[in-house]
């Protein structure tokens, strides 16, 4: 478990006992969290200069699960033996009697009791990325899944023309006997429940392919694979959603997916995907991605930082759902967002993007 308080107010007002955050990542494997920790800092920094309390805000990043030299779990007969970082991380945090909790929850099943148990105690809990909606916890920061789903599907019909077959790529979980299953984190069931509703309004398109990409090592290309595979036995498909879009950014693109990127930049292929890491930008300006819906990364560490902080200080009302909302990135705005990543400042609107009405 790496650690580190990112402040403590020292000024002339702050008195009293500090007020504890524990802003809790996926675990150091995960891609996603390096905005989120900028974010968590600069909340911190504008806590300590304004709070009448002292402020600790300490970021944990959970260790990656250990895996075999095969690349599969030490147990595999524990259901939550991926959550099982997290989870330590979480029972610890909570025996130290934190103020509040953010946390991207892994499985929210596996950690439902310890979030219940946090909120028992006191503890303010606040989720983002993953929840555990069946818990206890005050407030789910996030992105309706289901909703932005529904959104990119609608966005890959326009492009397409309405008509064609797609293949859609979302998180899976290899099986003992070595098949796949779909992830039953709710975020991919809910944007799997959003492109299925969604779909479901083109009768000319259907969904020829549902492929399995597995979590987490970016230098493995079984996601790139698992598309090419599938243009391979299917060549008419002509457009791929990425629910889960680590295909985006795993290496040689263009060496593990020949045909996939060829077409790509014929235009025979467009592709809608979530998420904007740094890469995932890379393939859209080299042609392989069209348009890329972006969850609030920076504002999962600074929005649920001040939220866990008001939940302790002000008693603050929330509703279950902080609706978070989302980026749409294209081509043509390409360039405003990486200027925003830069400079760390969200606030400036993106320009509408020109491939959609």
Known sequence: MATSVLACSEGESATGEPITIAYITHNKCNRFHDLGREGARQASTELMA??????????????????????????????????RPQMAVLQEVINRKVDAISIDVFDGVCEN??????????????????????????TYYGMDNKAAAAFLMDALATLNGKTGKIAFQTMMDENADGGYTPTAAGTFVDRTAGFEEALAKYPDMTNAATLPCVCCDYEDPFCTQQAEKALEEAP????????????????????????LTAKAKERKIHSVAFDTLPEYLGRMRDGYVDVLLGQKLFGWGYDTVMLAYDLVTTDRQVTPFTDAGWYVVCPNNLEEFERNTQAMDYRTPLSHCSLLP
Request: charged content about 25%; glycine content about 8%; proline content about 10%.
């Open 50 to 83: 304004t709070s009448a309390r002292p402020v600790e805000v300490t970021v944990i990043d959970p260790e990656c699960p250990e895996l075999n030299a095969d690349g599969k779990p030490t147990d595999p007969g524990d259901s939550c033996y991926f959550s």
């Open 113 to 138: 009791d310890l979030i219940n148990q946090a909120v028992d105690a006191g503890i303010k809990v606040v989720t983002y990325g993953g929840d555990a909606p069946a818990s206890k916890r005050h």
């Open 236 to 259: 008419e498909i002509t457009g791929f959603f990425l629910s889960y879009s680590k295909l985006l950014g795993e290496p040689s693109l263009e060496d593990n997916a020949p045909l």
